[in-house]
């Protein structure tokens, strides 16, 4: 198993940006897949990006194109997310996700290690 510590969340304004950190220990970040998931109030938990073990390959929902970028630093041990053009809608609890697997992953049911989620507020 790998632990999995989200940072980097916060209260913003519309059309600002922020980087959530995903720091894992436990296990090589090498060898995981990961991918970021977000919970808004009063609704299922829903995702959001995902990259493969080597950091070739991305898949993002369509409310994340163009305005948020994933990676991973393997060397750091460390996944991020920079999300750009925060919009109201974008305020959720935000998830990384990681599972022992050369792809990208896309679905909850995918990922067996989870970190504790970390909160991004958007005001308008």
């Known amino acids: 198993q790998v632990q999995l510590v989200e940072a980097g969340g916060g209260l913003v304004q519309a059309g600002d940006s922020l980087r959530l950190s995903c720091v894992a220990s436990g296990r090589p970040f090498i060898n995981y897949a990961t991918g970021w998931f977000r919970q808004a109030p009063g609704k299922e938990r829903e995702f959001v990006a995902g990259?493969?073990?080597?950091?070739?390959?991305?898949y993002y929902a369509d409310s994340a194109k163009g305005r948020f970028t994933i990676s991973k630093d393997n060397g750091r041990n460390t996944g991020y997310l920079q999300m750009n053009k925060l919009k109201p809608e974008d305020t959720a609890i935000y998830y990384c996700?990681?599972?022992?697997?050369?792809?990208?992953?896309?679905?909850?049911?995918?990922?067996?290690?989870w970190g504790q989620g970390t909160q991004v507020a958007v005001s308008s």
């Open positions: 996700a990681a599972e022992q697997s050369p792809f990208v992953l896309t679905t909850e049911s995918e990922y067996s290690n």
């Open positions: 990259i493969s073990w080597s950091g070739s390959t991305t």
